[in-house]
């Protein structure tokens, strides 16, 4: 699976761009602040339909865009055809740019107008539909945090990761969202004595079914990264560390002889901790309340790694992320590299490389290219990023 064709339209500081990809290696490079992520940010939309740095979407739409709304354009190669996506992003409110009578004011946008639209070979379709039509893996110098960073970083990890192969679960986590969202309100009007405790039960209900799923799908790919990332780790550490990733839950799960047995298991706990709960106005039980333990020889590498084998270990998983979705799907995912050369050594970027040469595209930003072997260079098709815009090289 590779980009063919990538085109930009007012996003972020790309005012315009037009991009002709292929397989390979390509490298982008250029000060800091000049567009290098916008362009991975951009690639990772169309695989996702969201932003991996930015808290919400209307954040990239460029500020001066005549029609307060950016494009984005793409054609997918994958082993089933060819795959035409657009996404139009809507910024509503923007902000005032000028002074005077000649500001520009942002339009006025009828109720209801949708804030992003989609189409997949030119028919309208929704957020759900486009995620998995072009798998993609992100390493930003953010992923070396992954071991010492907080837990929602690493449901993320796992759940960018799992909404790519699995369009059930990713349907299962957004259903989930929205019921915790519920039922945290309904807890705080319980405790100020506006409704009745009883009217959790059919939440309950809900959660514990679409719980289930969520964190068995979890425990899969777990099991599976355990056998990738192990090979992984003793490559990068020379045979001298075995890695195992752990999954955490909020509660002591069920040994899951069926589902019904563990959302059952599930439900009794949720009715342990309902009262503190509801004095709390919080769901202190489920999914969105995981974590993940990285153990080097049986050791938790937060407390007793070093800094060094913390980013070992977040190197070996993100090789095990990869080495996963390609096995899910039978394609290769699009890999993003964003300036992660800068943050290794030596020895870990000799490592990187090596496993990244061979794969089917690379996308690649760096702030210096005089650390990549003139081998590599020579093989790469190199830009100059500068300003929003791309210049060969």
Not at 72 to 94: Q, Y
Not at 185 to 201: C, G, N, T, V
Not at 214 to 238: C, D, T, V, Y
Not at 263 to 284: D, P
Request: neutral net charge.
């Amino acid at each position: 699976m590779h980009l063919v064709h990538l085109a930009l339209t007012d996003f972020r500081n790309y005012r315009q761009l037009d991009l002709s990809l292929g397989p390979g290696l390509f490298l982008f490079c250029g000060e800091n602040a000049q567009g290098k992520t916008n362009l991975l940010e951009a690639v990772s939309m169309i695989a996702t339909s969201t932003s991996f740095h930015a808290s919400a979407d209307r954040e990239v739409v460029n500020w001066y865009a005549p029609d307060h709304l950016a494009r984005l354009d793409a054609r997918i190669r994958r082993r089933d055809g060819e795959l035409h996506v657009e996404i139009v992003i809507f910024d509503p409110t923007p902000p005032l740019l000028g002074s005077g009578e000649q500001a520009t004011r942002p339009p006025h946008w009828p109720g209801g107008t949708q804030r992003k639209r989609i189409k997949i070979n030119e028919v309208p379709r929704r957020t759900l539909d486009l995620i998995g039509s072009m798998t993609n893996v992100l390493f930003a110098p953010a992923d070396l945090h992954l071991v010492d960073g907080s837990p929602d970083e690493r449901r993320r990890f796992i759940d960018r990761s799992l909404c790519q192969v699995r369009p059930r679960y990713c349907q299962a986590l957004q259903q989930y969202r929205k019921i915790i969202m519920q039922r945290a309100a309904l807890l705080k009007r319980i405790r100020d004595y506006h409704e009745d405790p009883r009217l959790l039960d059919y939440l309950d209900e809900r959660l514990t079914l679409l719980a289930t799923m969520i964190m068995f799908e979890r425990e899969r790919m777990l099991s599976a990264l355990n056998e990738l990332a192990a090979p992984f780790q003793e490559q990068l550490s020379g045979g001298r560390e075995q890695l195992q990733i752990v999954y955490r839950p909020s509660f002591h799960p069920h040994p899951q002889r069926s589902l019904t047995e563990a959302q059952e298991h599930y439900l009794r706990q949720l009715h342990t901790v309902r009262q503190k709960e509801i004095q709390q106005g919080v769901c202190l039980l489920g999914p969105h309340r995981d974590d993940l333990e990285f153990l080097v020889n049986g050791m938790s590498v937060i407390t007793y790694g070093s800094r060094g084998q913390q980013r070992t270990v977040a190197l070996a998983t993100k090789f095990a992320e990869l080495a996963y979705m390609r096995a899910a799907t039978g394609d290769e995912p699009v890999l993003l590299l964003d300036d992660v050369f800068s943050e290794l050594d030596q020895r870990r970027r000799e490592q990187l490389l090596q496993a990244i040469l061979d794969h089917e595209q690379v996308l690649l930003t760096t702030t210096d290219a005089s650390h990549f072997p003139p081998e590599v260079l020579e093989r790469a098709y190199k830009f100059q990023v500068v300003n929003g815009q791309l210049h060969p090289w």
